[in-house]
């Protein structure tokens, strides 16, 4: 109950509310109702005149139905969807607020609501247009202590509430950290991505604890990517303000001339000599190692890309007198180590290690890659420096380098003109840098993908044809070098969009099974399925089980399956 009574005359006037005595707390009202004088008769009357029964008639309506032939949770789905466009349509804040004052407590159906998937989500819709209402702020708060806060990002509440956010926070990162699937990775950060950049509070907490995690044994180079990936994904407003911000969460002292440098470039998405010169002075060995800022300012994911694509372009755009700088920091950023301790005397932190021993081995490769690159361009000459590309290749930010110079290479529908061999050197590159880093294959599993599906408009359909295969060849690669799943289902997407020839797709299919053999994992089967099953391949599918003991027992396992 409320803290005042109501009155005879409100009770009188909730009495004649349509389908009143269907009211969760009409007892109250009956009872205040008489305390106060009323007659019990015209209580009575009342409610007997304001019945009209409609939730009965919804009940009868619906038995009609399931006796018609509808399936009961067909209805039960229509009457639920109704009810919520109801409720979102002439949701009201200020009455919802008043909930809490009229009933004096949690009301006792709130806690059957939350554990409905169907009203928490309208809640969340709610909360998006209304984040200002008490009463849904609280349900929230309600869903995320029922553990359901992994539902709750991009609710603008959630990022209002310290422990609706933490909670949200925590789920968030445990996901990503379990998941294992890396497109799973991929949504699962993109989602974490839009709550916490929400507000300022949210993206300067956020940070603070993944910076926290990256420096300690429980969170390391996960905790660190999580970061990067959220600072990437605010795109370009206050970007300055976002890099002092992860700096100054960092346990490096800030060096504020080189903050400067890089947050002049990252505000343009643009580097510059000046700026590149700063840094390139400021990291310079020649000077006493307390002096050189920490080299997690170089490894901002948004200063790294702008430097590759400089440095590993068809058409270059940097000063030469200053390429030497450009590389020099890449190297760096990449290859020293550096290590921080909290000192006891004065709570400050001091670097204890700064290791340079992979320093000139990495500056090397880079020097070397990039003029072969620029001078020799991506044909015949090529080849007669192959095999020094191929040894600079394996260290890790050359190859990934690399990748990027072949996607701009390969197009370019005028390369295919000038490129005489059946499979250009570019895409042999791919292949060496699959066999080198297994780590870089998601990123050049994306390559091929952009390419499989990129058009080529210029090219003639036999052309076109004969470079899908090209394409093929280094998807089948990438299955031999442990990349199967990923591949199996980009194929059965292109079979089932019809984005690909079919021609192409039976190709793939079969050179897959020239190369696999027993024992097949139920997740290999379930993603092969669809390629199995399709009718257009069933029938030389067929053929080439005859052909083949192993593939006419996969056929099998997979006719089991489905």
């Known amino acids: 109950m409320s803290l005042r009574e109501p009155s005879g005359a409100e009770c009188l006037a909730v009495f004649k509310k349509t ?15 008489i305390d106060s004088g009323g007659s019990a008769t015209v209580a009575v009357t009342e ?17 009609w139905m ?83 806060q992994g539902e709750i990002t991009g609710v603008a509440t959630a990022s209002q509430q310290l422990e609706v956010f933490s909670g949200v926070l925590n789920t968030g990162i445990t996901n990503i950290i379990a998941a294992e699937a890396s497109n799973d990775i991929d949504d699962l950060i993109k989602e974490l991505s839009s709550i916490v950049k929400y507000g300022e509070h949210s993206f300067l907490y956020s940070i603070n604890l993944l910076s926290y995690l990256a420096e300690s044994p429980y969170g390391g180079s996960m905790a660190s990517r999580i970061k990067q990936e959220i600072i990437k994904s605010t795109g370009d407003e206050n970007i300055m303000d976002i890099v002092v ?17 890089m947050s002049s470039m990252l505000s343009k998405k643009q580097l510059n000599p000046a700026d590149i010169t700063i840094l390139y002075k400021l990291y310079q060995f020649g000077q006493p190692t307390d002096k050189i800022p920490t080299v997690n300012l170089l490894r ?3 200063f790294l890309d702008l430097l590759i694509a400089s440095l590993f372009s068809k058409s270059p755009k940097i000063n030469l007198d200053h390429k030497s700088k450009y590389i020099y920091l890449l190297a760096y950023s990449v290859s020293v180590f550096e290590d921080w301790k909290i000192s006891s005397g004065n709570g400050n932190y001091t670097r204890t290690v700064l290791c340079s021993d ?80 297994p780590l870089q294959h998601e990123h050049v599993f994306k390559l091929l993908k952009k390419l499989f599906l990129y058009g080529f408009a210029s090219l003639s359909t036999h052309a ?12 089948i690669h990438l299955i031999c070098s442990d990349f199967v799943i990923p591949v199996v289902d980009f194929f059965a997407s292109c079979l089932k969009d019809r984005s690909a020839d079919i021609s192409i797709i039976r190709y793939f299919l079969f050179q897959l ?41 996969l056929v099998d396992r997979i006719d089991f399956v489905s």
């Open 19 to 33: 389908d009143s005595i269907m009211e969760p707390r009409i007892i109250d009202f009956l009872t205040a109702f």
């Open 47 to 63: 409610l007997s005149k304001s019945y009209v029964s409609l939730a009965q008639m919804v009940n009868l309506l619906a038995d």
């Open 66 to 148: 399931v006796q018609l032939g509808m399936e009961p949770a067909k209805i039960q789905e229509l009457i639920e969807n109704h009810y919520y466009n109801l409720v979102v349509k002439h949701f009201d804040p200020k009455k919802a607020d008043k909930i809490f004052t009229i009933e004096g407590k949690v009301p006792d159906w709130l806690g059957g609501l939350v554990e409905n998937h169907k009203w928490r989500k309208m809640i969340y819709e709610l909360a998006e247009e209304y984040p200002d209402c008490l009463m849904l702020t609280f349900t929230v708060k309600l869903i995320a202590e029922s553990g359901f």
């Open 245 to 261: 911000m992860n700096f100054a969460v960092s346990c490096a002292p800030m060096n504020s001339q080189a903050v400067h440098a």
């Open 300 to 302: 901002e994911p948004i």
């Open 358 to 437: 992979d320093l000139n081995a990495t500056l090397g490769a880079v020097e070397k890659v990039t003029e072969i690159l620029w001078k020799k361009g991506s044909g015949r000459e090529l080849m007669q420096e192959v095999e020094v590309v191929f040894e600079c290749l394996r260290t890790p930010v050359v190859s990934f380098g690399v990748t990027k110079w072949v996607e701009e290479v390969v197009q370019d529908d005028s390369f295919y003109d000038r490129s005489t061999e059946p499979t250009p050197i570019p895409f042999l590159l791919l292949d060496e840098v699959v066999n080198l880093h």
């Open 464 to 475: 076109k044809l004969d470079l899908e295969k090209v394409i093929v060849d280094r998807l």
């Open 513 to 553: 099974l020239d190369l696999i053999a027993p024992p097949f994992s139920e997740q290999f089967l379930h993603s092969l399925q669809p390629l199995c099953t399709d009718e257009s391949l069933s029938d030389a599918l067929r053929l080439k089980a005859s052909e083949n003991f192993d593939i006419q027992t």
